[in-house]
T-cell receptor, first 113, second 111 residues
């Protein structure tokens, strides 16, 4: 099993550009999450999904959109990137009955210039 | 207001020098406390779940304990491979299935 994979691993964007980060999991987990991690701020939840076709806002959702069209995939979109969105983005997934035992992907390092 | 506070921010130990990391929380009605380990350049990895005061969990050189106000991660006779950032987390008050993480303690164990 590959676990949780994220694409791409690195990306550089210019202010105003858009992009989509892809997260895939092969553990048949119901729940999926997107976090960002910044120095001094720790991990912060952006959006999450408790099932196919459903999404919800986390702690820092502004400037991001998500979609969960398939159970195994969770997409994070930036419509108009800003320098404040420079960060490392982590995707995670979990079972419905153990939502706090989350399996994380390797991360995507995004730089917005 | 931060719900989860970890201390110290960084800790340097010599191999074999035992110590403890602290995680204090301010949520009312704790519904679990969770420890993760994060290696540089990687995503966090789940370690322990603690649900009630007095509960303890162990894994190799790590032991996690929980009181009504805080949790400790005790590291006994650490080795260099224990070097990592240790994160604790509690369920968010606005969404039980989601977590609020502390900022972590960066542990460096020197040989």
């Amino acid at each position: 099993n590959a676990g949780v994979t994220q694409t791409p691993k690195f990306r550089v964007l210019k202010t105003g550009q858009s992009m989509t980060l892809l997260c895939a999991q092969d553990m048949n987990h119901e729940y999926m999450y997107w976090y960002r991690q910044d120095p001094g701020m720790g991990l912060r939840l952006i959006h999450y999904s408790v099932g196919e076709g459903t999404t919800a806002k986390g702690e820092v959702p502004d400037g991001y959109n998500v979609s969960r069209l398939k159970k195994q995939n969770f997409l994070l979109g930036l419509e108009s990137a800003a320098p404040s969105q420079t960060s490392v983005y982590f995707c995670a997934s979990s079972r419905r009955d153990r939502p706090h035992e989350q399996y994380f992907g390797p991360g995507t390092r995004l730089t917005v210039t | 207001e931060d719900q989860v506070t970890q201390s110290p921010e960084a800790l340097r130990l010599q191999e074999g020098e035992s110590s403890s990391l602290n995680c204090s929380y301010t949520v009312s009605g704790l519904r679990g406390l969770f420890w993760y380990r994060q290696d540089p350049g990687k995503g966090p990895e789940f370690l322990f779940t603690l649900y009630s005061a007095g509960e303890e969990k162990e894994k190799e050189r790590l032991k996690a304990t929980l009181t009504k106000k805080e949790s400790f991660l005790h590291i006994t006779a650490p080795k260099p491979e224990d070097s990592a950032t240790y994160l604790c987390a509690v369920p968010r008050e606005s969404g039980y299935s989601t977590l609020t993480f502390g900022k972590g303690t960066m542990l460096l164990v020197s040989p």
